[in-house]
């Protein structure tokens, strides 16, 4: 693993259905993020973590939840899944809270 | 919320000059960066101003003026691979990144 993986690459969704998005980070970054993409609306965090075991929430963390058990995963959960969650999912890193953050490569979500 | 923006589409010619303008309104301030995005992929870290004035890093510059609340990203000598979409970020108060909608630069030959 070089820098930060996510997983799935992309995912077709029942809405009412949980799904978890996985992040995992190989740079011992102490800071992690989760962003969604929507077309016009640029990047919004949703939750972020400024080191393991504490997570915070972001601009639109309704619908979503995250964990931080250990420094190198944090893993975005949709309890019951919503068409307006359909959106391109980020996760990001960085050394700490001051410091330039690195993207993963991005899940495509569909809830229909 | 934070309020960032930023022109929606820029275009111009390869070899010419663009400059993409930031203004921004944010709780707090702890620096600006500068991000680039190709069409289906990740951001990518281009600079970061969180003092007044100029960085430059090749053919790219970042100039910033806290006073005003503005910001802009000069890209220098395009080149096609340019083609993409820059966005502005601003750290608030609380250290967290609020981003503009983003600039879709197109290069034409």
């Known amino acids: 693993i070089a820098g930060i993986t996510q997983a799935p690459t992309s995912q077709i969704l029942a809405a009412g259905r949980?799904?978890?998005?996985?992040?995992?980070?190989?740079?011992?970054?102490?800071?992690?993020?989760?962003?969604?993409?929507?077309?016009?609306?640029?990047?919004?965090?949703?939750?972020?973590?400024?080191?393991?075991?504490?997570?915070?929430?972001?601009?639109?963390?309704?619908g979503y939840s995250v964990s931080r058990a250990n420094t190198d995963d944090f893993p975005l959960t949709l309890a019951s899944a919503v068409p307006?969650?359909?959106?391109?999912?980020?996760?990001?890193?960085?050394?700490?809270?001051?410091?330039?953050?690195?993207f993963g490569p991005g899940t495509r979500l569909t809830v229909l | 919320g934070q309020n960032i923006d930023q022109p929606t589409e820029m275009t111009a010619t390869e070899g010419a000059i663009v400059q993409i303008n930031c203004t921004y309104q944010t709780s707090?301030?702890?620096?600006?960066?500068?991000?680039?995005?190709?069409?289906g992929e990740a951001p990518t870290f281009l600079s970061y101003n969180v003092l007044d004035g100029l960085e430059e890093k090749g053919r790219f510059s970042s100039?910033?003026?806290?006073?005003?609340?503005?910001?802009?990203?000069l890209l220098k000598e395009l080149q096609m691979k340019d083609s993409a979409s820059y966005l502005c970020a601003v750290r608030d108060g609380d250290y967290k990144l609020s981003f503009g909608a983003g600039t879709t630069v197109t290069v034409r030959a």
């Open chain 1, 18 to 62: 949980r799904m978890t998005l996985r992040c995992t980070q190989d740079m011992r970054h102490n800071a992690m993020y989760w962003y969604r993409q929507d077309l016009g609306l640029g990047l919004r965090l949703i939750h972020y973590s400024n080191t393991a075991g504490t997570t915070g929430k972001g601009e639109v963390p309704d």
């Open chain 2, 28 to 39: 707090g301030f702890n620096g600006l960066f500068w991000y680039q995005q190709h069409a």
């Open chain 2, 63 to 73: 100039f910033l003026s806290r006073s005003k609340g503005y910001s802009y990203l």
């Open chain 1, 84 to 102: 307006s969650q359909t959106s391109v999912y980020f996760c990001a890193s960085s050394e700490r809270a001051l410091g330039g953050q690195f």
